[in-house]
């Protein structure tokens, strides 16, 4: 049984969080979180971190963190990749389609996802990555669900560079995802290692998102604002 982990980067925003937010629970909106201690060496604010994410879970189900190890000028990069790559013609986007050679990796247009089967599906288009494995991986080989090798599009400006911070972000967002299950296993009383084995291969998948301008009239089911299941162990948003 492996681990599954969402990353999603939607284009229309990034967070950047003042790192002086209180970290207080309000019942009124989900609480923010400053991860440091986990990184550091005082065991009673580690305490209060595993308190804390234990009463998020618990009472919202969802948490924002701060203060964690991913860089910001990383995420800027990535956004700003994001952006090159949706604005790519679609005839060129579609050569890179998520259906074409399996894995689960690539583009998907406008309106494919429609979970509530209530209208034409979300006004959204996405690419699918994940961790770039060979052809000769063992998962690879034995076509475990979303191990497989990314597609980079060479008609992007800079494809290389591409790669690099796609790849970059993967790694160390899956880490803190491997990071955040230690934290939740003290949560259960759990040994912090308990889901370790979890992480070998997860399913991670990096989705990148573009929203475009949307007409007033578009409806809610259009806008994907419904709940709808998450089908990952951790979702980062």
């Given at each position: 049984m492996k681990l599954s982990i969402g990353l999603k980067i939607a284009i229309y925003q990034i967070h950047l969080h003042n790192p002086q937010h209180s970290n207080k629970m309000q019942s009124e909106q989900p609480p923010v979180i400053d991860f440091s201690p986990f990184y550091g060496s005082n065991e009673s604010k580690r305490v209060l971190l595993i308190d804390q994410i234990r009463q998020a879970c618990e009472r919202f189900g969802f948490f924002q963190l701060i203060n964690h190890d991913v860089p910001v000028e990383l995420q800027h990069q990535v956004i700003d990749k994001c952006k090159e790559l949706f604005k790519l013609p679609l005839e060129i986007k579609?050569?890179?389609?998520?259906?074409?050679?399996?894995?689960?990796?690539?583009?998907?247009?406008?309106?494919?996802?429609?979970f509530e089967k209530q209208g034409k599906g979300d006004f959204k288009e996405g690419y699918y990555m994940g961790k770039d494995l060979s052809l000769d991986d063992q998962y690879v080989i034995d076509?475990?669900?979303?191990?497989?090798?990314?597609?980079?599009?060479?008609?992007?400006?800079?494809?290389?560079?591409?790669?690099?911070?796609?790849?970059?972000?993967?790694?160390?967002?899956?880490?803190?995802?491997?990071?955040?299950?230690?934290?939740?296993?003290?949560?259960?009383?759990?040994?912090?290692n308990y889901f370790d084995d979890f992480c070998d291969h997860p399913v991670a998948a990096l989705r990148l998102l573009h929203y475009p301008p949307q007409d007033p009239?578009?409806?809610?089911?259009?806008k994907g604002k419904l709940l709808y299941p998450r089908p990952y162990g951790l979702n980062f948003d």
């Amino acid at each position: 049984m492996k681990l599954s982990i969402g990353l999603k980067i939607a284009i229309y925003q990034i967070h950047l969080h003042n790192p002086q937010h209180s970290n207080k629970m309000q019942s009124e909106q989900p609480p923010v979180i400053d991860f440091s201690p986990f990184y550091g060496s005082n065991e009673s604010k580690r305490v209060l971190l595993i308190d804390q994410i234990r009463q998020a879970c618990e009472r919202f189900g969802f948490f924002q963190l701060i203060n964690h190890d991913v860089p910001v000028e990383l995420q800027h990069q990535v956004i700003d990749k994001c952006k090159e790559l949706f604005k790519l013609p679609l005839e060129i986007k579609e050569k890179y389609a998520k259906d074409i050679g399996g894995y689960n990796r690539g583009y998907e247009c406008l309106r494919s996802q429609n979970f509530e089967k209530q209208g034409k599906g979300d006004f959204k288009e996405g690419y699918y990555m994940g961790k770039d494995l060979s052809l000769d991986d063992q998962y690879v080989i034995d076509k475990r669900f979303g191990q497989g090798p990314n597609k980079y599009p060479a008609e992007l400006r800079d494809p290389k560079e591409f790669q690099r911070v796609m790849d970059e972000y993967h790694e160390v967002m899956t880490k803190l995802a491997k990071n955040l299950l230690q934290v939740l296993a003290c949560t259960l009383n759990l040994p912090t290692n308990y889901f370790d084995d979890f992480c070998d291969h997860p399913v991670a998948a990096l989705r990148l998102l573009h929203y475009p301008p949307q007409d007033p009239a578009t409806t809610e089911v259009e806008k994907g604002k419904l709940l709808y299941p998450r089908p990952y162990g951790l979702n980062f948003d």
